[in-house]
């Protein structure tokens, strides 16, 4: 069992950053990887981005640029660096973790980009 609680969330104004995080109740240095999705009223949650073990990174083609993903492994938390927000960016935004006994899914936290 993994428990995922993200922070960070919040309001903020179009060009604003935010950076958000995930921390983890057991070591995520093992996992195979840790992933941000997000879901916005009445659309499909979709995948932001991801980290693999191995170091690979994905990102959707709509935060490329703009959105970073990483990784403390000493203290278990993935953090989702997002810069220059738009409106089409608000969401409640889901920390994954793959690991080798099943996925895992934090409770989400919104984000509002509005001025």
């Known amino acids: 069992q993994v428990q995922l609680v993200e922070s960070g969330g919040g309001l903020v104004q179009p060009g604003g950053s935010l950076k958000l995080s995930c921390a983890a109740s057991?070591?995520?240095?093992?996992?195979?990887?840790m992933n941000w999705y997000r879901q916005a009223p009445g659309k499909q949650r979709e995948l932001v981005a991801s980290?693999?073990?191995?170091?690979?990174?994905t990102y959707a083609d709509s935060v490329k640029g703009r959105f970073t993903i990483s990784r403390d492994n000493l203290k278990d938390i993935t953090y989702l660096q997002m810069n220059r927000l738009k409106i089409e960016d608000t969401a409640v935004y889901y920390c994954?973790?793959?690991?080798?006994?099943?996925?895992?899914w934090g409770p989400g936290t919104q984000v509002t980009v509005s001025s």
């Open positions: 994954n973790a793959e690991t080798w006994d099943g996925d895992y």
């Open positions: 057991r070591s995520i240095y093992n996992f195979g990887a």
């Open positions: 980290e693999t073990r191995l170091g690979t990174f």
